[in-house]
């Protein structure tokens, strides 16, 4: 029988395993700043703590849910799936969409009950598409072929397990608690007075744009359909 090599002998730990553990938690730190982050976009753009709140609690709940198809597909905590679910995070838009509409509709003077159905109701078949079309995506490189289709098959599917769940999440319990926690914003003061003067003169430039685009549609349609052959000298 032969002799058991140093990488088979008993109570002998693979030589990879710490720098595997350095690298999880490293991406572990990224997905954390990654939440950090979009919670921090969400409140300068919303400019209301509370619809800071429903994003996130809907980000981090899309994301440990992600974790129960984990389970059922025996996937493993990898770098690979750290980094799908890093990539996720600013993917998983759909809370911020329904909560945005939803606070637009309570700020136009709906009651919160209505504004909420009639605001998701609204917004649904833009935040379906939104998702149907990310994972047209992702379902393809998850069951690519060869040695790359098996890199990126995990990375693939764990992208699409948070994009599904997080549409889940925005029709349920964002929209639950959107419609109990949402108040009429009466303005903003201080130092976010600068940053919704900034929102406003952004809405106003974004409205002039339209209305020249609108008004020379044919040059702009010409000007899209040139652009790829300029590209290709």
């Not at 606070?103 to 149907?132: C, E, I």
Request: one cysteine or more; charged letters at 15%; aromatic letters at 10%.
């Amino acid at each position: 029988m032969s002799q058991c090599t140093p990488w088979c002998a008993p109570n002998r730990r693979p030589r990879h395993l710490p720098l595997r553990r350095t690298g999880n938690r490293r991406c572990a730190f990224d997905l954390a700043i990654a939440v950090a982050l979009v919670v921090l976009v969400t409140f300068l753009f919303l400019l209301s703590w509370r619809a800071t709140v429903i994003v996130l609690l809907a980000i981090p709940t899309s994301v440990i849910a992600t974790f129960l198809a984990f389970g059922a597909f025996d996937f493993t905590i990898i770098m690979m799936t750290f980094l799908a679910l890093t990539v996720a995070i600013g993917l998983l838009v759909d809370a911020i969409v329904v909560v945005e509409a939803i606070q637009n509709a309570v700020d136009a003077g709906a009651d919160r009950m209505a504004a909420a159905l009639s605001a998701t109701k609204r917004v649904a078949l833009a935040v379906l598409a939104g998702t149907f079309a990310t994972l047209a995506v992702f379902v393809p490189l998850a069951f690519m072929e060869g040695i790359v289709g098996r890199f990126f098959f995990q990375y693939g599917l764990a992208i699409v397990f948070s994009v599904s769940v997080s549409l889940l999440v925005a029709f349920t319990l964002t929209h639950a608690l959107a419609a109990r926690l949402l108040r009429p914003e009466q303005g903003v003061h201080g130092p976010l007075a600068r940053i919704e003067r900034f929102h406003t003169a952004m809405r106003s430039r974004y409205r002039q744009l339209v209305g020249w685009a609108v008004k020379r549609r044919y040059l702009v349609l010409a000007c899209a359909f040139a652009a790829p052959a300029l590209n290709r000298r």
